[in-house]
């Protein structure tokens, strides 16, 4: 069966900082992976995907992702946080095996950006 | 958001009516969700459709009924509503339900059953 765990319930960070939201995953097969941030009230917007190939991968808003096959994580970093940067992140995955199957969400980090 | 609306933003409902949530794309998506979040839970999966007519059970579907007769509208019935069904209900699309393809998700709708 496929999960995925997000350790961290939040994340504080000082605005300027580099942030990591980490996530680590369980699939059979080879993963698919995403990253999506909510803000209050709001609907999840997508953030960046792993597919295949380079295991660095950037996203919207200057966000990016590694993957990690041995450590089966994909953590999303961010070089200089900002305020606005604050919000609910939450990590999926999707077994590549296969013609199914669906997303797993994890539970979301909260990320806290502080002046 | 763009592209996916859901209405109402809010719904208020007494234990044991009906409520239907409204989910509309034009984004000519084949693939179309609905997802329900509660708080330290995440996402979790309710129905999910690829095509027109055609719609499968996601992990919690009971108390819950869909129908998809257009590509572009996925509307939810909330059946017999509980308190327990009191929660925040997300709709999604996606081009199709390739596993790479990343979900687009509608501002939601907040469920409080009285």
């Known amino acids: 069966a496929q999960s995925v765990a997000q350790p961290e319930d939040q994340v504080n960070v000082a605005e300027g900082n580099p942030l990591t939201v980490k996530c680590t995953y369980s699939v059979s097969g080879n993963p698919y992976l995403f990253w999506y941030v909510q803000y209050p009230n709001r609907g999840l917007q997508f953030l960046l995907k792993?597919?295949?190939?380079?295991?660095l991968v950037k996203g919207s808003y200057g966000f990016e992702a590694e993957f990690n096959k041995s450590q089966t994580s994909f953590h999303l970093k961010k070089p200089s946080a900002l305020v606005s940067d604050s919000a609910l992140y939450f990590c999926?995955?999707?077994?590549?095996?296969?013609?199914?199957?669906?997303?797993?969400f994890g539970k979301g980090t909260k990320l806290s950006v502080k002046p | 958001d763009g592209g996916i609306t859901q209405s109402p933003k809010y719904l208020f409902r007494k234990e044991g009516q009906n409520v239907t949530l409204s989910c509309e794309q034009n984004l000519n998506h084949d693939a179309m969700y609905w997802y329900r979040q509660d708080p330290g839970q995440g996402l979790r999966l309710i129905y999910y459709s690829q095509i027109v007519n055609d719609f499968q059970k996601g992990d919690i579907a009971e108390g819950y009924s869909v129908s998809r007769e257009k590509k572009e509208s996925f509307p939810l019935t909330v059946t017999s509503a509980q308190k327990n069904q009191t929660s925040f209900y997300l709709c999604a699309s996606s081009i199709d339900q390739g596993r790479y393809n990343e979900q687009f998700f509608g501002p939601g709708t907040r469920l409080t059953v009285l």
């Open positions: 792993y597919i295949t190939g380079d295991n």
């Open positions: 999926a995955v999707r077994d590549a095996r296969g013609s199914q199957g669906n997303l797993i």
